[in-house]
């Protein structure tokens, strides 16, 4: 079983900016989809993005696009998330997960869901202040 740990939340003022690490173990990095998740208090989690490693462009909800950017670093078997213009509302735990049966097409057309992804971090808390 792969595992993923993320990092790189915290604290931070409306208009801030923070980015997000997502790191693989070897055997779960290799060319394999890489989601971005985030659950608020009390409410469902949903999707902010997601990758596949290896060279794939990444893809961008509703909720990503405009402010949030996902790139990667092979070499380091990480996966970023860079927020830029925080909004309290971003107030969430964040998430990366991987689907390992996702290839390409799938990942970079955002046909997944939630349920897809099998392998989860232990997500890392974002907390925007007005």
């Known amino acids: ?3 993923l740990v993320e990092s790189g939340g915290g604290s931070v003022q409306a208009g ?3 980015r997000l690490s997502c790191t693989a173990s070897e055997d779960t990095f290799s060319r394999v989809c890489i989601g971005w998740f985030r659950q608020a208090l ?24 405009g402010r949030f950017t996902i790139s990667q670093d092979d070499s380091k078997n990480t996966v970023y998330l860079q927020m830029s213009s ?6 969430a735990m964040y998430y990366c997960a991987a689907d390992p049966r996702a290839g390409p097409t799938y990942c970079g057309g955002g046909y997944w ?3 897809d992804f099998t392998i989860w971090g232990q997500g890392t808390q974002v907390t925007v202040s007005s």
């Open 113 to 115: 869901g939630p349920h």
């Open 16 to 18: 801030g900016s923070l």
């Open 42 to 65: 009390g409410k469902e989690r949903e999707g902010v993005g997601s990758v596949f490693t290896g060279g794939g462009l990444p893809y961008y909800t509703d909720i990503g696009k």
């Open 86 to 91: 925080l909004k309290p509302e971003d107030t």
């Open 1 to 3: 079983q792969g595992q």
